[in-house]
């Protein structure tokens, strides 16, 4: 008896390329990662940098090296005339409606802050929002088309 009759074969074939629906979450999970990483960087009194490749090409030697840099992280909240702080989803430059006609969510402080912002991570890992991230981006493909 062969070793290799004690495993199980099969054929099987790599998927070449992920669903448009999954990268459109998983851009947006990692925003709102960053954005709970902002928050409680914010509470906890210190700095948040979100770090990213760059390539770089160095113009007398011709040498191209890989550094990475710091971007820039804008804040989805901010304090509304009430006092209360208010959290908008983005997708790309789009605000996206969270329910029909609802494109915010109230907080009264940091603490709730950083868990709406999980909740919403939450939901977007288990596709509650495909259909507002799917017409966030169609309107971002129009906006470029024209």
């Known amino acids: 008896m062969?070793?290799?009759s004690s495993l199980k074969l099969?054929?099987?074939?790599?998927?070449?390329?992920i669903a448009p629906i999954q990268v459109r979450r998983n851009k947006l999970i990692n925003k709102l990662t960053e954005q709970i990483g902002?928050?409680?960087a914010l509470q906890n009194g210190t700095t948040y940098t979100?770090?990213?490749?760059r390539t770089i090409k160095n113009k007398e030697s011709?040498?191209?090296?890989?550094?990475?840099?710091?971007k820039r992280v804008r804040q989805w909240w901010f304090t509304a005339d009430s006092g209360k702080v208010v959290i908008q989803l983005r997708y790309g430059s789009k605000v996206i409606d969270i329910a029909k006609g609802k494109n915010s969510v109230e907080v009264s402080n940091g603490v709730e802050l950083i868990a709406v912002l999980e909740t919403l991570k939450t939901a977007c890992e288990l596709?509650?929002?495909d259909q507002q991230i799917g017409s966030a981006a169609?309107?971002?493909?129009?906006?470029?088309k024209k």
């Open 10 to 17: 099969i054929s099987a074939k790599r998927p070449s390329a």
């Open 50 to 53: 979100s770090m990213r490749l």
């Open 38 to 40: 902002l928050a409680n």
């Open 2 to 4: 062969s070793v290799l």
């Open 62 to 70: 011709g040498e191209v090296r890989t550094v990475e840099v710091a």
């Open 138 to 144: 169609d309107a971002v493909k129009a906006r470029f």
């Open 127 to 129: 596709g509650d929002l």
